[in-house]
């Protein structure tokens, strides 16, 4: 761990909770498969997880990080202009950039933006997470598949916590509805996790199978990716 790290928390910690005693702090660097954050009290210790992609921002913009994982544990209002500085580098070009270096680096599945010709996949997920999950679902990593897949229309890697849609569905001939309903049944496994019911592997659980039926156009998709 950099000193300069740990020292940039105590002193985000001072300003939020002038009087309270400070907490033995470990900070370090992690390997997620995105840009995760986690912070937890164990014991007494606070045990702070950044994702490596972050290694190597700005002090402020770590100082800013501090503040909203700090605020967040404390359930202490997370100030603007710290979430703005947050948000305005990991939305940066810069910060794309290196991100994908280090996935490269990694030999992780090649990535591929979430917006395709035609249909823009993180702006589908959000409609469908507002729509029909409250906006509870986190996002994860949505990608086109690399090549145009017709056996595998779609899955959700929870290893990777990335939905791939096959590219069959960027295409202006198909209706909207069609990538709604696929991407849908994939939020679902997000929502639904795989169970172990004995030792079957149970994917498709009568909740998860009642739910996909909530979504309006449910037979019509379904006949529809049955002729791809
Ligand atoms: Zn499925």
């Excluded at 907490?23 to 007494?44: D, Q, S």
């Excluded at 359930?75 to 290196?98: L, N, Q, T, W």
């Excluded at 890697?157 to 991407?183: G, Q, W």
């Excluded at 996909?212 to 156009?217: I, Y």
């Amino acid at each position: 761990m950099k000193p300069q790290l740990l020292q940039i928390f105590q002193k985000s910690y001072r300003e939020l909770r002038p009087r309270a005693p400070l907490p033995e702090l470990k900070v370090e660097f992690y390997p997620y498969a995105g840009v995760n954050h986690t912070i937890r009290m164990r014991n007494g210790r606070l045990l702070v997880r950044l994702s490596d992609l972050i290694e190597g921002a700005p002090e402020n913009v770590l100082a800013a990080l501090a503040h909203i994982l700090l605020s967040k544990i404390y359930r202490k209002p997370i100030e603007a202009g710290h979430s703005s500085r947050y948000r305005r580098y990991v939305g940066g070009k810069d910060f794309a950039a290196k991100a994908q270096m280090i996935r490269q680096s990694r030999g992780r599945k090649r990535m591929r933006a979430p917006q395709g010709h035609v249909y823009d996949l993180e702006a589908i997920f959000d409609d469908l997470n507002a729509r029909y999950f409250h906006g509870l679902l986190g996002r994860p990593r949505l990608t086109w598949s690399h090549n145009i897949a017709r056996r595998r229309l779609g899955h959700f890697d929870p290893a990777h916590n990335t939905i791939v849609v096959s590219r069959v569905f960027d295409d202006v001939r198909m209706p909207k509805f069609a990538v709604e309903y696929l991407l849908y049944h994939e939020m679902l496994h997000l929502k639904h996790p795989v169970r172990l019911r004995g030792s079957r592997r149970c994917v498709h659980s009568a909740e998860f199978v009642a739910e996909e039926r909530r979504f309006p156009q449910f037979e019509q998709a379904k006949r529809l990716l049955r002729g791809l």
